[in-house]
C-alpha cells in the first residue's frame, strides 16, 4: 500500500515529533535549573564543597561539579579522600582560572582570549572539562602564524591536543620558508628538528633550504651542536639539491669539509646527477620530492609590441615587468613548463621558425627549433613534459589538421596523428593527462566558417576523438580548465557569443554559465585557483580597460574598475610559476 503509514510507522512518526519539542523544552528547563542552582552558589546556599585555589574559596555543589568534570566525578564518587572533606585544594592553579572554569560549569559561558587560553587549556586538561578544552584549541588555531607554529606545536603535545598539533604542523610544513628564518626554529631541540625536517609535506622552493634551514640551526650554537651534524644533514635530500649548488654553495661549506661522513652525504648527491632516470628511482626517500611552494603569476608578452611583457599577480591585482628582447609575432601562443615559457608559431611579414624561451627562475632568454611546420594562429599546451602544436595555418592559407609534439628532454619534434578536422584561431588545453581542442575556424582565418566542434587526444593511444560540441561556435575566444571543467570564454561566433559556456569532462556536456559584461571578440584569459582573469581582450571598437574576474565556485563576474588591462589585445598569455625567481622586477601601470 502507498499513501498511509502502517500503525507502527505512524506511532514512530509521532513519537519523533514529540520527542522534538520535549528536547527544546528539556533544553529551556534545564537552563532554567542551571539559572537557578547558579544563584545559590553565589549566595552559598545547599553549598557541599568549597574549593581553596592559593588561599581563595569556592562554594560549589558537588553534582554539579561531577556531572561537568570526570576529574572531579571520580574525586567526589570514590574513597578518595577529598570524597569526604568540607574543603578540597587544588594546588597548581590559578583563582581566576578556576573561577571561570566553574563560572563555565554552571552558565556555560566563558571567555577565552591571547590572556589566558594557555591557563585555561591547561586547567580544562587537568580537570577533564572537554568543552572548554575544545574552546581553547579552536581559539589557538585562529592565531597560530609564523612566529608561534612551533610554540603552539609544542605545547598541543604537553596537553594532549592532536588537532591542535596537526594544525600547527600543517602551517609550519605550508611556511616552512618563513618560519625556519625566525628565532623560534632556532631554539628547537635536535629530536624535534630532524622530526620536523624529515617531512615529505615541507613546501620549499627547492631542496636547498632544507640545507639552509639546517645550516642556520647548527651554527646558531656550533659549539654544542656540531656532534649533530651527521644527524641533522641527514634530513637533507642531497640528490634533490641542484648540481650548481652542490658544487658551488654546499662542498665549500667548512662544516662539512671538516666531516667525512656528511663529505659523503654531498658526493652522494652529485653522483644522483648522473645516474639514468630508472637509477635514480631505486634510491628511495632520498629522491623523494617535497612539497613544491608555488607563486603562480600570469605572463603576458605583447606579440605584436614585444616590447610589452608583464607578470599580473592574482593576490594582489599588481603588474611588474619582464624584460623582453624577442621581435614582433603576430598569432603566436605561448607554453610555461618547467620554469620556462615557450613562445611558438606567429609571423611577421613570414612565419617565425625559431621558438623563443624564457628561463623564469634566471629571467634569461634563448631559442631552440620551433614547429617543423612554420605557422601562425595554432594553439599549444603542456602534458608531462611535452608540448603539444594543433591547427593554425600559414600565410596565406586555410587552416591545418597538423598535429606536433615537443619534447622538452629530448629537444626533439615529432609529428603525431593529425586531428579530426582543421582549424586555426581555436583553443587547447589539458585536463588529465588528455588533450582538448574546441572551437576555431576550419578554412580561411579570416572568412571562413566558425567552429563550436571539439575533440580530444590521448598522448597514451595517439588516437583523438570526437566530443559533444559547444553550445555556440566561437574563435579568438579563452579556453581553461578549473576543477575538471573546460571554460570557454568570449570569443567571435556567428550568433556574438552571448553567453559563456563550460564543458563538464565527467558527463560529456557543454552547460552554461553567466555571461561576461564586456563581450571580447578576442579574449586573453587565465585561471589561477578558482578565478578566471580576463587580463586584455579587443570588442571591435576598443580594448578592453580594466581587469574582469569571473568566479567559478559563484559563477559571479568582478570588473576590477582600479586595476588597468593590458594594453596590447594580440598578445600571448600563460600561468607561470615565479617561485624562487631570480630576476628584478619593476612595477607598472
Same mark, same amino acid.
Given at each position: ?48 564543597? +568549597? ?43 590559578? !583563582? ?36 572548554? &578544552? ?42 616552512? +620558508? ?6 623560534? *626554529? ?30 642556520? /640551526?647548527?651554527? %646558531? ?6 656532534? %649533530? ?24 661549506? !667548512? ?45 603576458? *608578452?605583447?606579440?605584436?609590441? !614585444? ?7 592574482? &593576490? ?51 631559442? &631552440?627549433? $620551433?614547429? !617543423? ?29 597538423? *598535429? ?56 597514451? +593511444? ?6 559533444? $560540441? ?16 573546460? %571554460? ?21 556536456? /557543454? ?28 570588442? $571591435? ?20 574598475? &582600479? ?5 596590447? +589585445? ?20
Amino acid at each position: 500500500m502507498t499513501g498511509i503509514a502502517s500503525p507502527e510507522k505512524a506511532s514512530s512518526s509521532k513519537k519523533k515529533s514529540e520527542r522534538k519539542c520535549a528536547t527544546k523544552e528539556e533544553y529551556k528547563q534545564l537552563s532554567s535549573i542551571m539559572g537557578v542552582m547558579n544563584n545559590l552558589r553565589k549566595q552559598g546556599t545547599l553549598c557541599d564543597v +568549597t574549593l581553596v585555589v592559593q588561599g581563595k574559596h569556592f562554594s560549589a555543589h558537588r553534582v554539579v561539579l561531577a556531572a561537568a568534570s570526570h576529574f572531579f566525578s571520580l574525586m567526589f564518587t570514590t574513597r578518595m579522600m577529598e570524597s569526604m572533606s568540607h574543603e578540597v585544594e587544588l594546588r597548581s592553579a590559578e !583563582p581566576e582560572i578556576i573561577e571561570l572554569l566553574i563560572e563555565f560549569i554552571y552558565t556555560a559561558r566563558i571567555s577565552v582570549n591571547s590572556s589566558n587560553v594557555q591557563s585555561l587549556l591547561d586547567a580544562a586538561n587537568q580537570y577533564q572539562i572537554e568543552p572548554v &578544552k575544545k574552546m581553547c584549541v579552536e581559539f589557538l588555531k585562529g592565531q597560530i602564524d609564523a612566529t608561534n607554529c612551533l610554540g603552539i606545536s609544542a605545547l598541543a603535545d604537553c596537553m594532549d591536543c592532536p588537532e591542535l598539533k596537526a594544525a600547527a604542523e600543517d602551517f609550519f610544513q605550508l611556511h616552512f +620558508t618563513e618560519v625556519y628564518k625566525l628565532d623560534e *626554529f632556532l631554539q628547537l631541540d635536535v629530536s624535534q628538528l630532524t622530526h620536523l625536517l624529515h617531512q615529505d609535506k615541507l613546501t620549499v622552493r627547492a631542496e636547498a633550504q632544507i640545507y639552509d634551514a639546517a645550516v642556520r /640551526w647548527l651554527k %646558531y650554537d656550533v659549539c654544542n651542536r656540531q656532534q %649533530y651534524m651527521v644527524e641533522v644533514l641527514g634530513c637533507v635530500r642531497f640528490p634533490l639539491v641542484s648540481k650548481t649548488f652542490l658544487s658551488k654553495t654546499v662542498q665549500g661549506e !667548512p662544516l662539512i669539509q671538516d666531516n667525512p661522513q656528511c663529505l659523503k652525504m654531498v658526493i652522494s648527491g652529485m653522483r644522483y646527477h648522473l645516474l639514468s632516470l630508472e637509477d635514480r628511482e631505486d634510491l628511495g626517500e632520498s629522491s623523494r620530492p617535497r612539497r613544491k611552494k608555488h607563486d603562480y603569476r600570469i605572463a603576458l *608578452f605583447g606579440g605584436s609590441q !614585444p616590447q610589452s611583457c608583464r607578470y599580473f599577480n592574482p &593576490k594582489d591585482s599588481s603588474w611588474t615587468d619582464i624584460r623582453c628582447p624577442f621581435e614582433k609575432r603576430r598569432d603566436a601562443t605561448a607554453v610555461f613548463w618547467d620554469n620556462v615559457v615557450y613562445i611558438l608559431g606567429g609571423s611577421q611579414l613570414f612565419p617565425i621558425k625559431r621558438m623563443d624561451c624564457y628561463n623564469v627562475l634566471k629571467d634569461s632568454w634563448y631559442s &631552440k627549433l $620551433g614547429p !617543423p611546420t612554420p605557422r601562425d594562429s595554432l594553439a599549444a599546451c603542456a602534458a608531462q613534459g611535452k608540448i603539444y602544436t594543433s591547427g593554425g595555418s600559414e600565410v596565406g592559407s586555410s587552416a591545418l589538421d597538423l *598535429f606536433e609534439c615537443y619534447d622538452t628532454r629530448t629537444e626533439s619534434w615529432q609529428v603525431k596523428t593529425s586531428m579530426l578536422l582543421a582549424r586555426c584561431s581555436h583553443g587547447s588545453v589539458e585536463a588529465n593527462g588528455l588533450i582538448y581542442v574546441c572551437g576555431g575556424t576550419v578554412g580561411n582565418n579570416v572568412s571562413g566558417r566558425v567552429l563550436n566542434n571539439c575533440e580530444v587526444y590521448d598522448p597514451n +593511444t595517439q588516437q583523438w576523438r570526437e566530443l559533444c $560540441g559547444m553550445r555556440e561556435a566561437r574563435k579568438n575566444h579563452g579556453l581553461v580548465v578549473v576543477n575538471n571543467r573546460i %571554460y570557454a570564454v568570449g570569443g567571435q561566433g556567428a550568433l556574438g557569443n552571448k553567453t559563456e559556456t563550460y564543458y563538464d569532462i565527467a558527463s560529456n556536456e /557543454w552547460r552554461a554559465a553567466s555571461a561576461m559584461p564586456w563581450r571580447g571578440v578576442t579574449v586573453k584569459c587565465a585561471a589561477v585557483g578558482d578565478v578566471i582573469y580576463v587580463l586584455a581582450g579587443f570588442q $571591435g571598437v576598443g580594448r578592453l580597460g580594466h581587469v574582469m574576474e569571473y568566479h567559478t565556485d559563484t559563477d559571479r563576474w568582478v570588473t576590477c574598475s &582600479k586595476v588597468r588591462a593590458f594594453p596590447v +589585445t594580440s598578445c600571448l598569455i600563460c600561468v607561470v610559476d615565479t617561485c624562487g625567481t631570480l630576476c628584478r622586477i619593476k612595477l607598472t601601470i
